[in-house]
């Protein structure tokens, strides 16, 4: 679980530092269409971040056997659809062509729904001994 935790220190990093980029470097080089996209992006990785926390904490107190995957879909999820809206929304400032990212957000979303279905499937009571 040590490895899940480290993944998820540095997501946390990422986001706070993209965050920061944000607030501080973005909203004066992009469009307030594009600095409202890049907000949404940042703003799902927070609760990817807040919510991968939560399920690991949980963990202590009832069963959750597919743990492991719920938040691997939940990750790739988050990197798909944050990580493409990051890439589309700064592609003027960077003059990188990532319009081909389109539909990869959607696809980043499914999987985080997913991963949201597997949880409520996979969790069951600690067995007491």
Known sequence: MHKVIRANAISWIIAVSFGALGAHF???????????????????????????????????????????????LMTAGTLLFSGSIYLLSTSDLT???????????????MLIIFSWILLFFSTKPKSKL
């Open 95 to 109: 003059g990188l062509s990532v319009r081909f990212l389109g539909p990869v957000t959607p696809i980043g979303g």
């Open 26 to 72: 973005l909203k004066n080089h992009l469009s307030p269409d594009a600095l409202d996209s890049f907000q949404v992006g940042l703003r799902y990785h927070f609760y990817f971040n807040i919510a991968s926390l939560l399920i690991i904490l949980l963990q202590t107190q009832i069963e959750i056997p597919r743990i492991s995957l719920v938040l691997r």
